[in-house]
């Protein structure tokens, strides 16, 4: 069947400069293996965790023209709506163990300890703080509250208002600042300096790279799921990832390099047209900030600076770099809501659906497919990275409350 895709035209470079064959020292250095365990050994071990499932959806797949989509939804991790849940919190974890150990207070602060307040006369006095376009923030307040230390986060002017109250709920300070994503970094980055807080962010800059190389290991939580739900003797042929900063795919994609070796997927990095810096990166080579307001319906991925440590992998590890603009998105989201093809109804959020979008619309075009090895062999393989975070702003877009799309289900 034809499917309610309107044709919209996706911007694609090829990456000459990534590698096959065994992964190279960059992918362990950075994800290490024994610390990927860790992460997980220890996101595990935290109250309400449970593997996101792994959705195969037959129909859109068979539709599409391809062999196989699985859509890693990520809507339920720990109640907070986003795969984002697995870093900050995790990251924020790090950062009081360590201040402790520093502190000469406890060697070995566990996070059970922690969580019991056993260190919370010394962890009240730690400030942690982020910018975010709205779920890492949500996920770094819901650390600091839960380990038990202060929290102030950064939203920049277009950040909704649904996603400022889902991060002050978690008893976060919000302050707002005026521009983009980016300028809500440096104003964290500056304020913390100036008041002795920690940075706790998912996009690493020059001097500031072992805090986001944590947020990455929580990531690869999602990878290890993945590897035990994949059905028996299959594996992907393709990962869609969204861009952002970065850190998401290089996680995803190192990892699955790691494990797969010279069999690894193809990646293809996924962006909104109005916010591609890793797009640019590409072109030139080099991490490489775009300039405007990046206002993208797409807001998680509303970022012009990539991050460095993400971009040591990337530049490596993803074959094809692609854009693709706003409307895309949005029907995306209406498509895996409303399927017409006997799939499960799901709520996806505007930044979840960018590598789903790129995978259906380079189906279509030959040229592209064609550039991309993607036919109707493929195994494609999604990070379905949120849901509804932001309830109202997905009704506007959908014309119905995603609370009736999960009444259907």
Request: with cysteine.
């Amino acid at each position: 069947m034809d499917l309610p895709l309107s044709t919209h035209r996706i911007a694609h470079r090829a990456n000459l400069a990534a590698r096959r064959g065994p992964p190279p020292a960059v992918v362990r250095e950075l994800l290490p293996p024994a610390e990927v365990e860790e992460a997980r050994r220890e996101i595990a071990s935290w109250p309400g965790y449970a593997p996101t499932p792994l959705v195969d959806l037959r129909g859109l797949a068979a539709a599409a023209g391809l062999g196989r989509i699985l859509y890693k939804h990520e809507a339920s991790r720990f109640g907070l709506g986003s795969f984002k849940a697995l870093g900050g919190a995790y990251a924020v974890l790090r950062v009081l163990q360590e201040a402790l150990r520093a502190g000469g207070i406890a060697e070995e602060a566990s996070s059970a300890d922690l969580r019991s307040g056993r260190w919370r006369e010394e962890t009240a006095g730690i400030t942690v703080t982020c910018a975010t376009d709205g779920n890492h923030g949500r996920s770094v307040a819901w650390g600091a509250r839960m380990f038990g230390c202060r929290c102030v986060i950064y939203l920049h002017e277009t950040v909704s208002a649904g996603r400022e109250e889902a991060i002050a709920r978690y008893g976060a300070e919000i302050r707002r600042v005026p521009g983009t994503y980016d300028d809500a970094v440096r104003q964290a980055a500056e304020d913390a300096a100036a008041e002795g807080w920690i940075v706790v962010s998912d996009t690493s800059y020059p001097g500031y790279l072992d805090i986001p190389r944590n947020v990455m290991l929580g990531y690869t939580v999602m990878v290890e799921e993945i590897f035990e739900q994949l059905p028996a003797g299959e594996r992907p042929t393709h990962l869609f990832l969204q861009g952002g900063v970065g850190g998401l795919a290089a996680a995803v994609a190192g990892r699955f390099w790691q494990r797969l070796g010279a069999a690894r997927p193809r990646v293809v990095v996924v962006e909104p047209d109005r916010a591609a810096c890793l797009y640019e990166s590409a072109a030139r080579g080099r991490p490489t900030a775009v300039a405007g307001d990046l206002d993208t319906v797409m807001a998680g991925l509303a970022c012009g600076e990539p991050s460095l440590l993400a971009w040591r992998i990337l530049e490596l590890a993803a074959e094809d770099f692609t854009t693709l603009p706003d409307e895309a998105a949005v029907e995306t989201m209406r498509l895996l809501a409303f399927p017409p093809v006997g799939d499960p109804p799901l709520v996806a959020g505007e930044s979840a659906v960018a590598g789903l979008a790129a995978a259906l619309l380079a189906r279509r075009d030959p040229d592209l497919a064609a550039a991309l090895d993607l036919d109707g062999g493929s195994r494609v393989l999604l990070i379905g990275s949120e849901g509804a975070t932001d309830p109202e702003t997905w009704r506007r877009l959908l014309g119905v409350a995603p609370e009736a799309v999960e009444e259907g289900v």
